[in-house]
C-alpha cells in the first residue's frame, strides 16, 4: 500500500456520461498530480494540485476538470465521455511540488475507464 | 522542452541474464532523473533516483548512472529474475517544467525462467 488511495479502481460507462474520480494523497502530502496512461500514448501529465490551489497544468482536455479540497483529497471530473478517453488515470502525491520534483512521487493504483 | 526517449520494448531475457534499458533525455539546466516501475495492475513505483551529474542511483540490484555528458540514465541490472517482469519509465524533472514529471513512453520487460 502506497499510501495514495484511489477510487473506483474499475469504471465501465456509456459514451457522452460524466464520471469522478477519487484520490487521497499520502498523509502529509500537500500536492496532488493526476497522469493519464493510455496504450499508445504512455503517460500524460494532466494537473497538479497544491494545498487546494491549481498549480501547473499539462495536457488536459476541456471536458476534463479537477479540484483539490480542503482535506487535500482531489476529485477528477471527466464529462461527455469519449471511446478515446478509456485509460488509465493515476494520482500521484508530494509532500510539495519542489520535493515531487527532486524526490519523485508517490502513484495510487490507478482507476482504470472504460467508455463504452 | 524537455523529453525523455527510451528503448522500446518489449524486451524478452532468460532468468539471469544482463539487462540495459536505454534512456536519453532533453532538459535545460540540470534535471532530477528517475526510474519507476509498473507490475502487473499496479501503479508506478519509484525504483531509483540521481539527482546530479555523476550521482549513480541503485535499488533491489538496479543500478543507474546519471550521464550529462551523453545524456543518458541507461537502467542495469547484472542478473534479472522473473520477478522483475514488468514495465519500467524513465523520467525527469526540471526547474522549466515547473514541478511536474515528465515520462517516457515505458519498456515492457518480460523474464522467461
Known amino acids: 500500500d502506497s499510501g495514495v488511495t484511489q477510487t473506483p479502481k474499475h469504471l465501465i460507462t456509456a459514451t457522452g456520461q460524466r464520471v469522478t474520480l477519487r484520490c487521497s494523497p499520502r498523509?502529509?502530502?500537500?500536492?496532488v498530480y493526476w497522469y493519464q496512461q493510455s496504450l499508445d500514448q504512455g503517460l500524460q501529465f494532466l494537473i497538479q494540485?497544491?494545498?487546494?490551489?491549481?498549480?501547473a497544468k499539462g495536457n488536459i482536455l476541456e471536458r476534463f476538470s479537477a479540484q483539490q479540497f480542503p482535506d487535500l483529497h482531489s476529485e477528477l471530473n471527466l464529462s461527455s465521455l469519449e471511446l478515446g478517453d478509456s485509460a488509465l488515470y493515476f494520482c500521484?502525491?508530494?509532500?510539495?511540488?519542489?520535493?515531487?520534483?527532486?524526490?519523485?512521487?508517490?502513484f495510487g493504483s490507478g482507476t482504470r475507464l472504460t467508455v463504452v | 522542452g524537455n523529453s525523455v526517449t527510451q528503448m522500446e520494448g518489449p524486451v524478452t531475457l532468460s532468468e539471469e541474464a544482463f539487462l540495459t534499458i536505454n534512456c536519453t533525455y532533453t532538459?535545460?539546466?540540470?534535471?532530477?532523473l528517475f526510474w519507476y516501475v509498473q507490475y502487473p495492475g499496479e501503479g508506478l513505483q519509484l525504483l531509483l533516483k540521481?539527482?546530479?551529474?555523476?550521482d549513480k542511483g541503485s535499488n533491489k540490484g538496479f543500478e543507474a548512472t546519471y550521464r550529462k555528458e551523453t545524456t543518458s540514465f541507461h537502467l542495469e541490472k547484472g542478473s534479472v529474475q522473473v520477478s522483475d517482469s514488468a514495465v519500467y519509465f524513465c523520467?525527469?524533472?526540471?526547474?522549466?517544467?515547473?514541478?511536474?514529471?515528465?515520462f517516457g513512453s515505458g519498456t515492457r520487460l518480460s523474464i522467461r525462467p
Open positions: 500521484a502525491s508530494s509532500v510539495d511540488g519542489e520535493t515531487g520534483k527532486n524526490y519523485g512521487y508517490t
Open positions: 498523509s502529509g502530502d500537500l500536492s
Open positions: 494540485y497544491y494545498n487546494g490551489e491549481e498549480r
Open positions: 532538459a535545460t539546466g540540470y534535471p532530477s
Open positions: 540521481a539527482t546530479k551529474a555523476d
Open positions: 523520467a525527469l524533472s526540471s526547474y522549466s517544467s515547473a514541478s511536474k514529471i515528465i
